[in-house]
């Protein structure tokens, strides 16, 4: 089954273990305030009152840091098996600027 996010919704999967970011930053255990995920899907964008759509700043593959507590509730979501996160744009803190 196919499914896309609506507005300004972002379908994330968790990356687990992860010690290092892609930049070489190296992660400590003890911060469990944030967590990083991958996009997977993420919906058109929301309307101004004009009208005008604005634009989604991430797109599918990027690497973005969540705070930890959106991995966990209401935000989990099971898609074929697989789990995943659904959250608003505005909830992620950070999109990775790493070049692959």
């Given amino acids: 089954m196919k499914m896309k996010p609506m507005g300004d919704k972002i379908l994330l999967k968790t990356q687990e273990g992860q010690e290092t970011t892609k930049g070489g930053i190296i992660l ?8 990083y995920a991958d996009v997977m899907a993420i919906g058109p964008g929301l309307f101004t009152q004009t009208g005008d759509r604005i634009p989604m700043s991430t797109k599918v593959g990027d690497t973005v840091l969540i705070q930890s507590r959106l991995t966990k509730g209401t935000n989990e979501i099971d898609l074929e098996n697989e789990k995943y996160i659904l959250v608003r744009e505005s909830e992620v803190e950070m999109v990775s600027t790493d070049k692959v």
């Fill in 28 to 35: 400590t255990s003890n911060n469990n305030n944030y967590s």
